[in-house]
């Protein structure tokens, strides 16, 4: 396979070539070797939710077999499968902001998990109708916690819905009645109503998907982002290096994969211990060095500036560098594959969650009652693998980038105040940008999120997009494995300027930001909700007047499909640049590229060739600028 066709990061190519030297397999392989993937999978169009089944059906219309044993139509399999894809996605999240929400409700003064931010905590507490009076601040914590905890399976009423969302969006939520009751409730209902034998009606299914998507982004992903913040500290901007090249030769490299920030926080934690660092240099090692993969890299990049090794596809090839001596994993976006790769170096896989457990991985379950010495046992291990290394297999590329991070929506709003006096506005908003898009200094605002995708030419679409809006006077936002993508190719640094319209240039020398603000993980794609719904209410609006787009060019993963889902759902374009499993049903894919924008004011595009959407993007962002340029 020719390297320079898989990715364009130079470090992927250079460690894919020597995984081959080494004999070492990667995705690349497995996918080779798959040779054509299944066309009735790739369209939505196979049934295997009963044992009369699996029944694969006809995506053409009217040729060949229509239904299924049951009866069930294209449209009705592709629909299901797709609302099964959106619980999956929302439950990785919800359970994810669960699993925060506990870890908040275990905070003490004296213990491993204190409050870090007090302020979003007494915010966030009115949102829960949590007295905080004369209480104690550990006190407001464990009853926020609690209230949040309680509303994952109310039995009745709705969700808590954020200040954040727009009367109007909220009306429209409760005309199409997709304004959630419960989140776990929600995402039960998916897979009840795609039991066999239960819904049989694409527009139902896709609008209990949106209603159960919402339970996501509005509600089990903006606990995760919030409580985080009040655990963890609220983000703030920071230098950061990002790719391969940060893997240092003579240190003790931890790599942190996976998505939930109570290890990961633990770990960086434990890494200062003096213990430990006498332990790393006892070993002949010149310290501890951690760096991170996927979004806890973004979690702890973000918060403590540990540098960025790499995004999805890098997985496997910081294990190819032969010099890491422990890859330590959570949940989410995990190959399985890691364990046996592992095993061909000396790299020490640690699995430490019983939701990820890994087959021939090294399992140390985390106790967040005892996270301390948890982690640092973990680490010790780390540290004493390292005279394990085998020094002929040892090649790190020296590829890295610099660039900034952390733009909290806290950190934006302090960002603007900077320019407090070229405008008129009030300080701590959202003000200024507001200003700059009815102007039109700003023509509009691009999220471009989501995974690498070995179908598409690794962090290529990414890359490009970002690259045309910021040409068009478009600011971006950016998160997940994306927001690695831009940092690796320098689009996070100021400089990237240089890349942008007059318009957004002056912004950036305005507010001294760069023109593409990394916004965290997936679960802080609530982040850019909020950031939306703020401009909008600032503007009197609804979120889906404002001329905003949303992009997820190399997804992969059902959270890529919640997360579209809910982005649409709260009135913002989406533009997908792998074509999600539906096109075998007519009516699946003209409900999510058509009907949907009489529904919510928003819709999907399906657009592999990043050129071609970036153009779509821009014409869709120029469209809606008709209702904010009439308030000039
Ligand atoms: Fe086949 Fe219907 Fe069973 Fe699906 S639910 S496997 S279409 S019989
Ligand atoms: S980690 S969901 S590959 S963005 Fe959030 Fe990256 Fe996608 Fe996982």
Partial sequence: ??????????????????????????????????????????????????????????????????????????????????????????SAHSDHGRHIAHVLHMASRDGDYQIRDEKKLLNVAARWGVATEGKDIYQVAHDVAEAALNDFGKPFGSMVIPPSITKQRLKVWEDNDILPDAIDKEVVSIMHATHMGCTADAESMINLSMRT????????????????????????????EANMGVIEKNMVNIVLHGHEPSLSEMIVVAADDPELK??????????????????????????????????????????????????????????PSLANLAQCYHTKFITTSKLAKIKDAVHIEFDENNAYECAKGIIRKAVENYTNRKHEKVSIPTHKSTGMIGYSNQAIIGQLDRVVNSYTHKPGTFEPLAQCLVSGVLRGAAGVVGCNNPKVKGDHSHIEIIKKMLANDVIVVVTGCAAQAAAKAGLLSKDAVKYCGVGLQKVCELADIPPVLHMG??????????????????LGLDMSELPVVGAAPEWMSEKAVAIGTYVVSSGIDTFLGVVPPVTGSPEVTDILTNRLEDWVGAKFYFETDPAVAAEKMLARIEEKRAKIEALN
């Avoid at 081959?20 to 169009?45: H, I, M, P, Y």
């Avoid at 998507?213 to 950061?240: A, C, N, Q, V």
């Fill in 278 to 335: 006498a332990l790393a240099r006892g070993v002949g090692a010149e310290g501890i060095n951690l760096v991170g993969i996927c979004c806890t890299g973004n979690e702890v990049a973000m918060r403590h500036g540990i540098k960025i090794a790499g995004n999805f596809n890098q997985q496997e090839l910081a294990i190819v560098t032969g010099a890491v001596e422990a890859m330590i994993v959570d949940v989410q976006c995990i190959f």
């Fill in 521 to 538: 993980s997936c679960v802080d794609n609530s982040r850019i909700l909020e950031l939306v719904g703020e401009v909008a209410k600032i």
């Fill in 213 to 240: 998507s919402l339970t996501d982004g509005w509600g089990g992903s903006y606990i995760g982002t919030e409580f985080s913040d009040i655990i963890f500290g609220t983000p703030m901007p920071r230098e950061i």
């Fill in 1 to 90: 396979m020719d390297e320079t066709t898989l990715s364009v990061d130079l470090a992927t190519q250079e460690l894919y070539v020597k995984a081959r030297n080494d004999g070492s397999e990667t995705l690349w392989d497995r996918k080779a070797a798959l040779k054509n993937q299944c066309g009735f999978g790739e369209q939505g169009v196979c049934c295997r939710i009963c044992t009369m089944g699996p029944c694969r059906v006809s995506p053409i219309p009217g040729k060949g077999v229509q239904k299924g044993i049951c009866g069930a139509t294209a449209d009705v399999i592709a629909s299901r499968h797709y609302a099964r894809m959106v619980a999956g996605g929302s």
